[in-house]
């Protein structure tokens, strides 16, 4: 593994450069690797990993909560759902998706760009959700799925 990253490394002189991974290349000691060399990552990611809100911090005098409270499906819900026609995988589809900013636990509470998206099959009806995460919190919810739809 750090092989492949030195090499990437050595062979990419721009400053701008994303990894895409694959869901079950979405660790933490591969991200980090990565992130180390000042480049971003973006991927799906597996639905059941830990994300949070950033604490609401008290003012008590005790040690300051690092996570908020937690993205379960019912809260994922209460987002505000955007529906646009997205030019992804060389073709125009109906695209359902939310995405916030958050911090993502498996990452050690780096703020991060998620985004739940579903496309709309021909009948109508709702394919599999999908989860996207995004190591660069900037870019929004949109620049992610087209990214995302590239590969």
């Not at 450069?17 to 980090?32: E, P």
Request: aromatic fraction near 10%; charged fraction near 25%.
């Amino acid at each position: 593994m750090e092989f492949i990253i030195s090499m990437a490394t050595r062979l990419i002189v721009l400053k701008d450069v994303i990894f895409l991974m694959d869901s079950w290349h979405m660790i933490r000691i591969l991200i980090s690797a990565i992130l180390e060399r000042g480049f971003y990552v973006f991927g799906q990611a597996r639905q059941d990993i830990a994300l949070y809100n950033p604490a609401v911090q008290t003012g008590k005098r005790r040690r300051p909560a690092k996570f908020g409270k937690k993205y379960i499906p019912e809260k994922v819900e209460e987002l505000e759902e955007t529906v646009e026609q997205l030019m992804l995988y060389e073709k125009s589809q109906t695209m359902h998706y939310r995405s916030v900013r958050c911090l993502a636990r498996f990452l050690k509470g780096r703020m991060v760009r998620v985004v739940w998206g579903q496309f709309e099959d021909g009948a109508g009806g709702m394919r599999t959700s999908r989860l996207l995460l995004s190591t660069n919190p900037g870019m929004s919810g949109r620049e992610v799925l087209l990214a995302y739809g590239k590969r």
